[in-house]
């Protein structure tokens, strides 16, 4: 019962969300499209660290090599950007495959540096790539977004300028990723596999010994992760329309937000990165003006946090009210 | 000749990768845990020496003095109400409390000192050099060497000399029976933290003499100590000077063939030694 | 028979929702070698647990000559001047046999009757070997290891969890011979096993143990061998 009503709340959520571009205004649009972006970083950032236990500090790497790799599809071969998304999720997945071969040697904590440096590495190499700009970086070239398949159709279906129609296009992109990512997290956790990782998690030694290869199951989930980051990362940049290396593997941006979102949300639980973004958009509203005192007081309630309710907003709400949304664990048949 | 002044000055910048590394080592071989704000801590260090150096009109050197045991409480107090609580199985709240604090101190630091570049002053002793044979050497470089060498043995001697030592040592094999044998395995982790501060005040002393920081440059020298701890292996502190000068000598190579290429070749010489020995070049036997 | 030195009182304790001791009652007289025996699992370990502050218990359930000490942490304890030799010997693999020992001595203020000489005195073998790692040593060697150090601290009651487990019966015997001169230098003894023989020879009181309470409790020559035996196993011979 419970079930239905959230799944109905859940599509009726979505329904009214992609209606935005419809009946809203473009900053609306705008504003919305960075907070479905940053869902979807945390989404994925979630699934690494709070469930298959891979903290990682280093998903810059993803979401950089993803912009790049769109902005070489557009640039150096003129392929419509939405194929540059594809392809900057696939760029993504390859480069995911020698970073975990480097950084799952490393135990535990070190994991953490070693994605970081990961990332650094790939950063200064890109820098390295005259052809887009090197260290200072490149532009779309003027019209490429209005181009984009499907923006003229908006633009008529609508009545909107094809800016308008560009940003509503990048829109529904984010808010399909973004679902498609919280669902197949959902439908992934209660698989075999998923439980396997839960498993993982509690005891990895009991989950040895039934028959879970800790290693393949996580090293699926860092190559699937970085694959969301990749495509997350292609389309944060077409609507950027700029791409620097700084700017692509920044750190703060790709990753410490993503991470305080997921913290404060709830780490491990799968309405967290919801719950987190929101609280997210929030306080960037009421602190934005204030800079770097915005980003003190983000560390210091994810510190608070992890102190005193290391399940987040989201574990002091089910601790609170016994409401558990999109339970993770098949329940137990009822003893009678 | 040029090679071997290159390799010499890549020697002498590992020194200061190794005080960078000292502390992050002495921590996580005692307690398991990688401070992600160790660099930052490091930036926080020269800024109190700055304040210090800066209100009482004192030499850098001097200040230091004032500074470490400040650095020394910081740690202490870090150790004793922050991470002593989050410490345990799980490895995620550890690193993301002191990722948090890597973002609080950084952004704190330019609430309070702003974005601009500062420099230690210590006057001409910056400028001296001395000629060892062919090659001229800078008095500065060559002291932080030293530093670091004398760090090192220092904190050797502590480990397997003394009482406190033996303390940290058995808590890190076994903190449940160490606490039988009267330790107090929180004290040890929050003297050690302090410790590393205090060797992290060292660091930021030939930091900030040797070239200028900012608030934002904290999460690159964690990044530099990190792979200075990792090629030298976990837990052993000479391994950590040869780190140091693993990354500082590529580093220099990597300069003298491209200056855009100083900081990937410390990178890629750390992925080559791990790819190579995947537990560093001298692991600790028992881990 | 003198004063009590440690006396427990209706001690219980918990794992989560599982009780591990059910009230127990146990007196440790002044020179005093008390044996508990009983199976595994019958809560001895727990209650070696609970009398050193690993596990939390109720201040007044545990007392030390008079003062109540069951609220105290394990490092609170020791220097209160109780200290045990714990199951499986756990030496610290990063210290020599002599580092080993000296830990033992880490929180002691004074001068007391246990030097590492006389320590090296009680057991040879370790003066030998005193700058190997302490776990490069023989399982016998390690176990004198554990009770030296444990006796470096001085203590008013030394605890002796399991300390037969895994060694050969001469080893064990050896062992236990030294157990007169440790009671010399004025430390009453609590042991603790699951191999009755031994633990018998040496005791002047015996308690069984059965599903976390005390089933028996008496001289080892006023005991039969069938009430140990129903004690220790539960049934009626």
């Given amino acids: 019962m419970k079930n239905t009503l959230t799944k109905s709340v859940a599509v009726l959520l979505f329904v009214g969300l992609a209606l935005v571009p419809v009946l809203g205004t473009r900053a609306m649009v705008q504003d919305l499209f960075m907070v479905l972006t940053l869902l979807i970083l945390a989404l994925n950032w979630n699934m690494l660290a709070g469930f298959a236990g891979l903290v990682s500090v280093g998903q810059q790497a993803f979401v950089g090599i993803g912009a790049y790799a769109m902005f070489a599809a557009v640039i150096l071969w003129g392929l419509d950007p939405l194929v540059g998304i594809a392809i900057g999720g696939v760029a993504a997945i390859v480069l995911a495959v020698p970073i975990a071969f480097f950084t799952f040697r490393l135990n535990g904590a070190y994991f953490a540096i070693g994605t970081w440096v990961a990332a650094e590495i790939v950063r200064l190499s890109l820098a390295q790539w005259k052809a887009l700009g090197g260290g200072t970086g490149t532009s779309l070239p003027k019209g490429t977004t209005k181009d984009m398949f499907g923006v003229d159709l908006i633009k008529d279906a609508l009545d909107m300028s094809s800016s308008a129609a560009s940003d509503a296009l990048t829109y529904w992109l984010a808010l399909l990723l973004a679902a498609v990512t919280l669902v197949s997290g959902y439908v992934f956790l209660r698989s075999r596999m998923g439980l396997g990782l839960q498993a993982i998690r509690d005891n990895a030694e009991a989950a040895r010994s039934v028959g879970v290869d800790p290693i393949r199951l996580k090293a699926a989930v860092y190559l699937l992760t970085a694959f969301g980051t990749g495509l997350c990362g292609a389309l944060l940049f077409i609507q950027i329309t700029r791409v620097t290396p700084d700017a692509a593997f920044d750190v703060v941006d790709w990753t410490a937000f993503v991470i305080f979102i997921t913290v404060i949300g709830g780490i491990g639980t799968l309405p967290g990165p919801v719950v987190g973004v929101i609280v997210f958009y929030a306080l960037q509203r009421t602190l934005a003006d204030y800079g770097t005192i915005y980003l003190i007081v983000l560390g210091l309630i994810g510190i608070a946090i992890m102190l005193f309710a290391r399940k987040g907003l989201w574990g002091i709400f089910t601790a609170k009210t016994g409401i558990e949304l999109l339970l993770l664990r098949h329940r137990a048949p009822k003893r009678s | ?287 | 028979m003198s004063a009590p030195v440690l006396t427990i009182s209706n001690l219980t304790a918990h794992y989560g929702d599982f009780q591990a001791l059910f009230g127990v009652d146990l007196t440790l007289e002044q020179g005093q070698a008390l044996a508990v025996i009983g199976a595994n699992g019958a809560g001895k370990s727990t209650l070696m647990r609970a009398i050193t502050g690993i596990l939390p218990s109720p201040r007044d359930a545990i007392t030390l000559n008079g003062r109540a000490i069951g609220h105290l942490s394990a490092p609170e304890v020791l220097e209160a001047g109780i200290s045990m030799v714990p199951e499986g010997r756990k030496l610290f693999p990063s210290l020599s046999v002599e580092e080993n020992l000296l830990i033992g001595a880490h929180a002691r203020t004074g001068n007391g009757y246990w030097t590492l000489e006389r320590l090296y005195d009680l057991f040879p073998i370790l003066r030998e070997r005193r700058h190997n790692p302490g776990t490069a040593l023989s399982g016998g060697q390690q176990q004198m290891v554990a009770i030296g150090r444990a006796l470096m601290s001085n203590p008013t009651v030394l605890l002796c969890d399991e300390i037969s487990l895994g060694l050969a019966p001469v080893v064990i015997r050896d062992i236990y011979a030294t157990f007169p001169k440790i009671r010399e230098s004025g430390a009453s003894v609590i042991v603790v096993e699951q191999d009755i023989g031994q633990a018998l020879r040496i005791a002047d009181h015996v308690c069984c143990m059965m599903e976390g309470r005390i089933t028996l409790s008496g001289a080892p020559t006023d005991l039969s061998r069938d009430a140990i035996h129903n004690a220790y196993f539960g049934v009626s011979a």
């Fill in chain 2, 1 to 287: 000749m040029i090679w071997v002044d290159t390799i010499v000055q890549g020697v002498l910048l590992g020194g200061l990768y190794a005080l960078f590394a000292a502390g992050l080592s002495l921590v996580f071989g005692i307690m398991r845990l990688v401070n992600l704000a160790h660099g930052d801590l490091i930036v926080l260090a020269a800024f109190v020496i700055l304040t210090m150096a800066g209100a009482l009109g004192l030499h850098p050197f001097v200040a230091v003095l004032i500074a470490a045991p400040v650095m020394f409480a910081v740690g202490w107090l870090l150790q004793t109400y922050v991470l002593n609580r989050v410490l345990g199985d799980d490895i995620l709240p550890p690193l993301l409390v002191t990722f948090g604090l890597s973002v609080v101190i950084q952004n704190g630091l330019l609430e309070g000192f702003s974005a601009d570049s500062q420099k230690l002053s210590a006057g001409p002793i910056e400028a001296a050099s001395i000629k060892l044979g062919p090659i001229a050497v800078g008095v500065m470089p060559l002291l932080t060497l030293v530093s670091a060498i004398v760090v090192i043995f220092a904190l050797n001697q502590l480990f397997y000399r003394t009482k406190l030592g033996r303390a940290f040592r058995a808590t890190s094999d076994d903190a449940v029976t160490a606490g039988l044998m009267g330790i107090r395995p929180r004290n040890v982790f929050a003297i050690a933290t302090g410790i590393a501060m205090v060797v992290a005040t060292i660091a930021a002393l030939y930091l900030g003499i040797r070239a200028n920081f900012d608030p934002t440059i904290g999460p690159a020298r964690l990044i530099y100590a990190f792979q200075a701890v990792i090629i030298g292996g976990l837990g052993s502190l000479w391994g950590t000077l040869a780190g140091g000068i693993v990354i500082g000598v590529a580093q220099g190579l990597g300069a003298a063939i491209n200056p855009e290429w100083q900081i990937l070749a410390g990178h890629i010489a750390f992925v080559l030694v791990l790819l190579i020995r995947p537990r560093g070049l001298f692991p600790r036997a028992n881990d």
